[in-house]
Structures are given as C-alpha cells and as structure tokens.
C-alpha cells in the first residue's frame, strides 16, 4: 500500500447511477470506471486542452475525498456547484485511513465563496481579508494559512489567478507540501506548473488512452508556447 494519502481512486455505482450519464463519454472517465486511476508520486500534474476531462475528474475526485472525511472541515473546499457531476458519488477513494484532514480543493469559480468562509474564522488581528486582496495573492495567501499537516492539495487550473512571478512560488509551495508528506494533484494549462519537479504528468487528448504519461518537454502546450515565444507574428498573423 502507498503511503500517499490518494493511492487509487475506483469507479463504484451506487444508488442512483444512471449509465446514460454525459459523463461517461469522456474517454478518461470510462477508462477510470475500468480500470480504476493510481497515484504512485507525491504531485500528479494533469494536462490537456478544453473539454478533455481534467475539471470533471477533479471535481469527482475531490467530492469523493471529502465526502469521506471522518471529521467536517468547511474550509477543505467551498462545496459542489450546481454544475458538478454526481460522479464522485460513485468513486472511492483508496488510501491509509484514518485519512488525513489537511489540504484543500480549489478551483476559481468558488474561490470567492470559500475566502469567506476562511476570512470569518481567521483568528488574527490585522490580517488583511482574503477577498480584498488580489486574486492571486488571496489564492497564494489561503494555500499559506491552512494548518501545516499531510494532507491531499487538488488545485484546479490555479494559474488562471496567477502571475509568472506567482506561479513560480506556488512551485515552491507544492515542493514543500511534498515534503511535509501531502499529495498534489494539479490540472493546469501551465508550463511553469507542469515543470513542478518530479511530477507525475498525465496527458488528456480525448482518446481511449487517456490519462498518458508524458515528460515535461514532450507535451503540446510547451512546444506551442515555445513557438508562439520565439516568434509570435507567425501565428497573429492569421487572426
């Protein structure tokens, strides 16, 4: 057995289970339902363009995680959203129990719900709100004031609230979660995210072979930032 928090996440239906579900026609949800999805490294980073799976994935990964969670901890994440998928009703998480209560799940459209949430029961005088800082110091900000601990980190596209200079702290910050023992699982559109050391990378291309496992330098996204970088005329010029 693993000693990551997340080893495995298994496809289990239980009441209620519609097999007609949209879902089910993402190639890296039907192959989670056959074969189960593993983690074998402390940070999983999980690429692909729009539409391939990545937010459905976490979303039911981190509604699973914190259904079984032996001890309420509003601040893990804000909640589902009416637009989730019951998916993670149907998956069981596979790890040691009991399992840790550290980390949190974010993604950008209930950061502001969640800062509340966290800005209410801040203990410290002085300290500047969440949500009146700016996105992305508020999102580096909360990551810094939950309690040090092993934990499970599932952060959905966090670079859209982050600046270059932000995305290369959160690199530390997930060095440092590793190392403290928490398990990072990421799905960005960021090459700077994507070259967190010693990551485990997992490709979604919308095939039946998803999820892939890919180095840093083969993926799409930093051949093409790499392009667009070195000469950027070559593609405005066809908008």
């Known amino acids: 057995m693993s000693d990551l928090p997340l080893s495995r996440v298994e496809f289990t239906p239980r009441s209620g289970f519609d097999p007609a579900s949209w879902y089910l026609r993402l190639p890296v949800v039907e192959r989670l339902c056959a074969d189960g999805f593993a983690f074998d490294r402390p940070v999983t980073v999980i690429v692909g363009e729009n539409g391939t799976g990545k937010s459905t994935l976490l979303e039911a990964v981190a ?69 009146a800082l700016s996105h992305g110091q508020s999102f580096l900000q909360y990551i810094a004031d939950r309690p040090v601990g ?15 200079q932000s995305c290369l702290a959160l690199l530390g910050i997930i ?45 799409d996204m930093v051949r093409g930032w790499r392009m667009f970088l070195a000469d950027p005329h070559r593609f405005t010029r066809h908008l």
């Open 150 to 164: 092993v934990g499970l980190w599932l952060l959905d596209e966090p670079e859209a609230a982050l600046s270059f």
């Open 175 to 219: 060095g440092d979660l590793a190392a403290e023992g928490s398990q990072v699982i990421l799905a960005t559109h960021s090459p700077i995210l994507a070259a967190c050391p010693d990551a485990d990378i997992r490709v979604l291309d919308g095939t039946l072979d998803d999820p892939m496992p890919s180095t840093w330098e083969d993926l």
């Open 63 to 131: 509604a699973a995680w914190r259904s079984g969670l032996t001890a309420a901890d509003r601040l893990w994440s804000a909640g589902s959203s009416t637009e989730d998928t019951d998916l993670g009703r149907h998956l069981t998480c596979i790890g040691p129990r009991p399992r840790p209560h550290g980390g949190c799940f974010l993604r950008a459209e209930s950061m502001h719900a969640l800062f509340d949430s966290a800005d209410a029961t801040r203990p410290r005088e002085g300290d500047q709100q969440l949500n």
